[in-house]
Nanobody
Framework: QVQLVESGGGLVQAGGSLRLSCAAS????????MGWLRQAPGKEEREFVA?????????HYADSVKGRFTISRDNAVNTVFLQMNNLNFEDTAVYYC???????????????WGQGTQVTVSS
C-alpha cells in the first residue's frame, strides 16, 4: 500500500509559479510511474497533467501544460515534483499526485492517490 502526501499548493497571481511536491511511503517508489492530475471546480473527472516513468527517463504532458509545467522525481527521497510556471486562471484546480504501474493518462487507471492540494490562480 502506497501513501502519497502532496504539498506546495496555494494562491498565486496569473503569470506566477508554484512547485508542488508529493512524498511517497509504504512501497517501492521506483517501481511506480508517478503522475499529476487535477480536478477543476465543477468538473467531475480528474484531468491528466503530467507523468514520469520509474527512473525519470521519460515524461509526458497534457497539451495544455506543455512548455509551462515540468515533472521530476527524486527516488532517493521518494518524492515527485511538479514545477508550474506561467500559471493562468484555467490552471485553478485541486492537484493530485497518483501512482501506477505504467504510464497512464486517465483517472481510473491510477492505483494510489494523495489527498490533493489546492492551486488557485487569480486573474
Amino acid at each position: 500500500q502506497v501513501q502519497l502526501v502532496e504539498s506546495g499548493g496555494g494562491l498565486v497571481q496569473a503569470g506566477g509559479s508554484l512547485r508542488l511536491s508529493c512524498a511517497a511511503s509504504g512501497g517501492t517508489f521506483s517501481s511506480y510511474v508517478m503522475g499529476w492530475l487535477r480536478q477543476a471546480p465543477g468538473k467531475e473527472e480528474r484531468e491528466f497533467v503530467a507523468a514520469i516513468t520509474w527512473y525519470g527517463g521519460s515524461t509526458h504532458y497534457a497539451d495544455s501544460v506543455k512548455g509551462r509545467f515540468t515533472i521530476s522525481r527524486d527516488n532517493a527521497v521518494n518524492t515527485v515534483f511538479l514545477q508550474m510556471n506561467n500559471l493562468n486562471f484555467e490552471d485553478t484546480a485541486v492537484y493530485y499526485c497518483a501512482a501506477s504501474r505504467g504510464v497512464r493518462t486517465t483517472q481510473k487507471e491510477y492505483d494510489y492517490w494523495g489527498q490533493g492540494t489546492q492551486v488557485t490562480v487569480s486573474s
